[in-house]
């Protein structure tokens, strides 16, 4: 590990649980320091003594105490009380051990307006914080009454002139204002006492609702996040990176997640400053090699769901080349796609289930991809070895996909496998693996784009919703370079219920073709299962698009799918569902089409409803 | 059954599923019609032949085909190409046998700005349809390009001049954006084609996604919906009352539930129409009679939670006054409290649970309550009575809790037991129910403050929203006249998964004293499992308010609880949770204090976590 400049704080309302369970969780991740959130102290049976205690045991720090809410007041008397409050919270701090409290901005109706009087006011909490060798961090909420950006906070902290008074700078409330951080230079370094961390997606709403609801662990949102740390370290502050995120998902999942995922965002986000401030000498870790492509997707089966499954891709017009030599898996090609059907995988699904268990991408350098994703947290997986089995360095994805990072040539994984004298013909017109599709866990959205972002080097691309038939669902896409590698990752925007499927919906593999209509033929042909599009989705289409009549005559014969982007046209087909989890997609993508099939989602999900409703043994 | 005034429709794309799921949940809640929403018709394998025979089998009018978006166009090109869609369409409508089409105002960027040459395309395209005996209704979106009101909408409906153009009106649309429906007196009667009717939640976000996501049926958000209608009806419009909600829990819960509901809002709509036009005639459904307080509360218990139950009441200073005559149920009384014990009722739960069964309401006509449940969609219970045994009416609420409408008198439910000789003392001070705390299910709280609402005659109050310690918790109180009957209702803000605890919160029965200090005295002393609270919440507690020393030291005593609102205090205390799904609150309230405990509700969830993780008992 590699000497880290920056000390790694979360504050405890990021994750959760009780107190005891978020304590646990930060430091299982490895976090230097907590921001003690009050209610969290509140609601805990621990005196603020044994919580300093427990904080010790588990090798944390108690970097702040927040928040200390509607200090100032244009009522003498209300003010008065405000400080006896104040002194209060200043002998929990001091039985907690920590020297920083943070004061934002009231929202009182008797905020006091005239900057003079508050920062007057001000002085007089600090002074009485100094007296103590505590300090107050003001902070400027976004909805703050009177003080709503980080330039008034700093006009009252600049007036009150105390020692024991200083800033606390939080991303949210500046950038969700469109603040620019560029004007922090103007600030002197001893005056930023404290920083604070969210990301959040672009959205159109309410600041206060935004700010509750949507932040995001930076990485994973739209913010320009390296930028605004950048600009608060230049004007000289040196206290810890802290986490603050609000977030509806975060806060009803498991808290030892939560703090990993916290964690690689700030692991990204040092990567982020140090690749902008090359000559600070920041510790960089190990970069994230090109992924150049797609080796192979591996599907988990079991006796009953892989003959299923190689009937499928025989029908497919794949061919069984290659048998592993210590283990039940088979490699099937065309083209360059290979899939690999593995019998030996112990996956939490039920029998005759198949599913992705496994991505094979191409790496440039697999050990240096794998030494890039142990330093971003990742779960680098183990592997057991036969003696003329090749290296691979596996992680494992949010979703418990696991990622292996490869090489297809005469040294590479194919090496593990034996000819079986069968060689692929040209098949069906299948050329390769355009992208593949993964249904995340609920709680897992966020967290797996921040994955392959920082672990895999891959770039997230917008969330698009889709109003499915069994609820609205949330997808996007991560890509890496010349779009070489696409997945697609999707989530229920609520967790399902009892009404609605309980897997929303199945994974899927999107094989190319350049010519979709040639090899939806050859695939009819050969009997493979392909999913039936009602004719109104065509007589829709034609009245939208201009197609050529011999093209839409295609779609109809064979329950093709068409949509559009700038560029071009993305046309599909799709399989029935095999193994209850898994279908196969045939693409073509026409004048350089960058999309998913995503607003044809819908139609090939009542589809897929429907057969698996008419097909019994489908359920499994 | 009365007559009914106005026909009752509801657009597929309010309920969940496939539009054969949609038909059948629609066709049993009693709708005369559906509008049909196109992207249903694509995903679906019947064709428009099919679907209206379907239509016509279930007794249900197609009445609407929607939304045909983007019509006009600055494009000469393109509008040509439009009309050649509008005509596929109009297909469409011919083989479903219905003859109105929605065009919503364009959102595209070659959207007409020109209000005559706006109305010119929408005169031409309404000449084609007029041709083949359709119609089109035109409808301002509120975030239309450059129609976004329901004004410009009728601006440009009145340049065309067309017998085959008139308006669609939208509640949301017109609400959302503060329009004031007073002024659809200017429209002619027979320029009104149709109205959509949508309620919302007040909330400060993007009109698109506050539209998307959060509209709600009528009496369940805060628009003023009979108004609205009020100003429709009185313009002359004659056709359906439709319902056009998308909403993201209703999407994704079961249709049939979703229907009922639905169903439900048009007949309290409707009913708060006739009450505002005695004059027009319109049938009433009977009116809810009054609930005046609580006849009791009962709680299913099983052979080992009745004992646990049991020893708590009495600890808690009530007394087993009476055997029910033919049951295993015992009533225990203390001042006007009254809590059965039912030991006979099935409910899906485990060994040692009990929960809330039943409510016991005061009802100055309990037939006159039933009959209107029954008016209200509301599923009368069967009562299975003895001889002795007074007539009971009841309702399952959404949550299936019944609902009892009763009589506490000589003739009255009383009669159904026999006493046990023991009479009530003075106990531990509690004079009644204050109030009953029930969690719902996930998709149901919407439902559920529309049935207490319509079915019931109580007033749903404000969603308050919690940060508990497993995620987000929203919850509203549903009120009598004079606060005689309170309830709140619950819910997880996300469908709980893996990590937060399945059920979030248990059920509560809290009950009411004129001396919380003294009675907490008396519990203590009794033996009662009163929940402990941790000495930070008092801490906390003393630096916020100025209580007096003597009550301070009281709730630091014995665990109390504290909050306020503009009109006093409410002091609190909770026990233990009993048979894994249910506690006791007692209450006092202050200077008419109408709270709820709802700001301390976090620190009470966190100590109950606390002491059924040391009570592995507790956890059944």
């Given amino acids: 590990m590699s000497a880290e400049p920056f000390r790694r704080s979360v504050a405890t309302v990021c994750l959760s649980g009780t107190l005891e369970d978020k304590l646990a969780a930060a430091s299982a991740a490895g976090f230097h320091g907590i921001e003690v959130f009050e209610p969290d102290l509140v609601a805990s049976p621990w005196s603020p003594a044994e919580l300093a205690a427990r904080c010790a045991d588990l090798g944390l720090s108690i970097d702040l105490y927040?928040?200390?809410?509607?200090?100032?007041?244009?009522?003498?008397?209300?003010?008065?009380?405000?400080?006896?409050?104040?002194?209060?919270?200043?002998?929990?701090?001091?039985?907690?051990?920590?020297d920083t409290v943070l004061v934002c901005s009231s929202v009182a109706p008797d905020a006091v307006d005239d900057p003079d009087l508050l920062a007057e006011q001000l002085a007089t909490a600090a002074a009485r914080a100094g007296e103590r060798g505590l300090r107050i961090a003001y902070e400027a909420l976004a909805w703050g009454r009177h003080v709503s950006t980080w330039e008034a906070s700093w006009d009252a902290v600049r007036r009150a002139g105390s020692p024991a008074l200083g800033l606390c700078l939080d991303s949210f409330h500046v950038?969700?204002?469109?603040?620019?951080?560029?004007?922090?230079?103007?600030?002197?370094?001893?005056?930023?006492?404290?920083?604070?961390?969210?990301?959040?997606?672009?959205?159109?709403?309410?600041?206060?609702?935004?700010?509750?609801?949507?932040?995001?662990?930076?990485?994973?949102?739209?913010?320009?996040?390296?930028?605004?740390?950048?600009?608060?370290?230049?004007?000289?502050?040196?206290?810890?990176?802290?986490?603050?995120?609000?977030?509806?998902?975060?806060?009803?999942?498991?808290?030892?997640?939560?703090?990993?995922?916290?964690m690689r965002s700030l692991q990204w986000l040092e990567e982020a400053l140090a690749l902008r401030r090359p000559d600070a000498g920041l510790p960089l870790p190990p970069a994230a090699p090109a992924l150049t492509g797609w080796s192979f997707t591996e599907l988990a089966v079991d006796g009953v769901s892989g003959p299923v499954l190689g009937g499928v891709l025989d029908a497919l017009g794949f061919t069984h080349t290659g048998q592993h030599r210590s283990k039940p898996v088979q490699l099937w090609e065309q083209g360059r796609a290979r899939v690999l059907l593995n019998a030996s995988v112990v996956r939490?699904?039920?029998?005759?289930?198949?599913?992705?268990?496994?991505?094979?991408?191409?790496?440039?350098?697999?050990?240096?991809?794998?030494?890039?994703a142990e330093a971003m947290s990742a779960p680098v997986l183990p592997r057991t070895r036969g003696t003329a089995e090749a290296e691979l360095s596996a992680v494992a994805a949010p979703d418990g996909t696991q990622v292996f990072f490869t090489r297809t040539g005469p040294d590479g994984w194919p090496a593990d496998f034996l000819p079986t004298g069968r060689t692929a013909g040209p098949g069906a017109g299948i050329t390769g693996i355009d992208h593949v599709g993964l249904t995340q866990p609920f709680d897992a959205f966020d967290e797996a784009g921040l994955f392959y972002r920082a672990v895999l080097g891959l770039d997230p691309q917008e969330v698009t919703e889709l109003a499915a038939p069994f609820g609205l669902v949330r997808t996007r896409a991560?890509?890496?370079?010349?779009?070489?590698?696409?997945?697609?990752?999707?989530?229920?925007?609520?967790?399902?219920?009892?009404?609605?499927?309980?897997?929303?919906?199945?994974?899927?593999?999107?094989?190319?073709?350049?010519?979709?209509?040639?090899?939806?033929?050859?695939?009819?042909?050969?009997?493979?299962?392909?999913?039936?599009?009602?004719?109104?989705?065509?007589?829709?289409?034609?009245?939208?698009?201009?197609?050529?009549?011999?093209?839409?005559?295609?779609?109809?014969?064979?329950?093709?799918?068409?949509?559009?982007?700038?560029?071009?046209?993305?046309?599909?087909?799709?399989?029935?569902?095999?193994?209850?989890?898994?279908?196969?997609?045939?693409?073509?993508?026409?004048?350089?089409?960058?999309?998913y099939g995503t607003t044809d989602a819908p139609v090939r999900m009542a589809a897929h409803r429907r057969r698996r409703q008419a097909l019994p043994a489908a359920e499994g």
Same sequence: chains 1, 2.
């Fill in 66 to 98: 927040q928040p200390f809410r509607d200090l100032d007041s244009t009522d003498p008397a209300r003010f008065a009380r405000n400080l006896r409050r104040a002194e209060a919270k200043f002998d929990v701090m001091a039985a907690l051990g920590t």
């Fill in 175 to 262: 950038l969700s204002r469109g603040g620019d951080p560029a004007g922090f230079a103007a600030v002197p370094g001893e005056k930023l006492f404290f920083l604070q961390l969210a990301d959040a997606p672009r959205l159109e709403m309410d600041v206060l609702q935004w700010s509750r609801h949507h932040r995001l662990f930076p990485g994973q949102g739209a913010f320009d996040l390296p930028r605004f740390v950048a600009c608060v370290l230049a004007a000289g502050y040196t206290g810890p990176l802290s986490l603050e995120v609000f977030n509806d998902v975060y806060r009803q999942a498991d808290p030892a997640r939560t703090a990993v995922d916290a």
């Fill in 348 to 372: 939490p699904t039920g029998p005759g289930v198949a599913s992705v268990a496994a991505l094979g991408l191409e790496s440039s350098d697999p050990p240096g991809s794998a030494a890039r």
């Fill in 478 to 595: 991560v890509t890496g370079p010349d779009r070489a590698v696409r997945l697609t990752l999707s989530v229920s925007a609520l967790r399902r219920g009892g009404w609605a499927p309980g897997v929303p919906e199945p994974q899927y593999v999107a094989l190319a073709t350049d010519h979709l209509v040639a090899t939806a033929r050859a695939l009819r042909a050969a009997g493979a299962p392909l999913l039936p599009i009602p004719a109104n989705y065509a007589d829709d289409l034609e009245a939208r698009h201009d197609l050529p009549a011999d093209l839409l005559a295609a779609i109809r014969e064979h329950g093709l799918m068409y949509e559009e982007d700038a560029r071009g046209g993305y046309l599909h087909l799709a399989t029935d569902v095999l193994g209850d989890r898994v279908f196969f997609e045939v693409v073509q993508r026409l004048g350089g089409n960058d999309g």
